[in-house]
């Protein structure tokens, strides 16, 4: 945003006394933010504050035309409200709003996928810090296991919820017994629910009752369905994987920040799912979770059921 300029009004007296040369303009790109009346802050500063490299490796991203402000690309000297606008970063979103912070937690099997839980069970949010105050990204249900994102980062779990997005979801499914080719052959394909057909999901069994099964979709409870529907009922489900997101080294309960590059690569992420949701077999253009429509009445990001 450009400086606001600070006016003397027009019934002000002028200063009396000797005239004093005007003193030379100053170089927007370089003039001091401390002495500048403008709303915001310089542009190379918050995206050095955010992980983009040092300020000088920021102002050139910006000199070859690479960052956008509400969709027009960004100057030197560009200033930006934090809490009200809109970056991009070579076609990716940005968050740059002060205070963020991103969880990634290893949900165990008896805790709710809520903020609060009016039967006074276990939630996700008591297993991380109270403050500042989280949210789950999407739900997985109450004995799914496995990797949870949790945020105050609203603009990014809006948009990794969003049906217009699909990023990949990754689960290991414990089954009764050892699928058949023909069933894992279905599941490939897709399989009728009572919803509608599934797309396609890339599965792999890793041993005769363990199946490794990724989707894209957004559907109630739709790992489950699938596996029960080609005759597999699930005996323990767990994610391992959102997207590029992934740590086998979490243990059940366990949190811990993402660092800034998961954060990024989670938004790039979210940004290509985006960018051509038709490109996969049988896309929908819908979210892969079934949890990633959360229930915006206890405290998720969207609104739908977990897994």
């Known amino acids: 945003m450009e400086a606001d300029g ?21 170089s927007p790109a370089h003039e001091d933010e401390a002495s500048t009346p403008a709303r915001g802050q310089r542009l190379q500063k918050v995206l050095a504050q955010v992980g983009f490299g ?23 000297g560009r200033r930006v409200a934090p809490e009200v606008d809109r970056v991009e970063v070579d076609g990716v979103p940005v968050g740059i709003s002060p205070g963020l912070v991103h969880y990634l937690l290893n949900k165990p099997a008896g805790v709710v996928t809520t903020a609060a839980d009016t039967h006074g069970r276990p939630t996700v949010v008591d297993l991380v810090p109270a403050e ?11 004995e799914t296991e496995g990797l949870l ?21 990754e689960y290991l ?7 058949s080719r023909g069933a ?33 979709e957004g559907r109630n409870r739709q790992v489950r369905r699938m596996l029960e529907a080609v005759g597999h009922p699930v005996v323990r489900l767990i994610r391992t994987r959102i997207g590029p997101l992934t740590d086998r080294r979490l243990a059940p309960g366990e949190w811990r920040p993402l ?49």
């Open 149 to 169: 994102l949790l945020t105050n980062d609203g603009d990014l779990a809006h948009r990794i919820t969003h049906p217009s997005h699909g990023v990949e979801k």
């Open 173 to 179: 499914a414990e089954v009764a017994s050892p699928p």
């Open 184 to 216: 894992v052959r279905r599941l490939r394909e897709g399989v009728d629910l009572d919803d509608g057909r599934t797309a396609p999901a890339r599965v792999a069994l890793v041993a005769p009752t363990l199946v490794r099964l990724t989707i894209h």
């Open 6 to 26: 600070e006016d003397r009004p027009d019934d002000e007296e002028a200063p009396r006394g000797p005239a004093t040369p005007p003193e030379p303009p100053t």
């Open 54 to 76: 040092s300020r000088r490796v920021c102002e050139e991203l910006i000199a070859d035309g690479l960052v956008t402000v509400n969709g027009e690309v960004a100057e030197l």
């Open 259 to 307: 660092t800034t590059e998961e954060v990024r690569s989670l938004e790039t992420a979210v940004a290509e799912s985006s960018a051509a949701p038709s490109d996969r077999p049988g896309g929908t253009g819908r979210t892969d979770d079934p949890g990633d429509r959360g229930h915006r009445g206890s405290g998720s990001a969207g609104a739908g059921r977990g897994r």
């Open 132 to 142: 500042p105050r989280v949210f789950p990204v999407g739900r997985l249900d109450l």
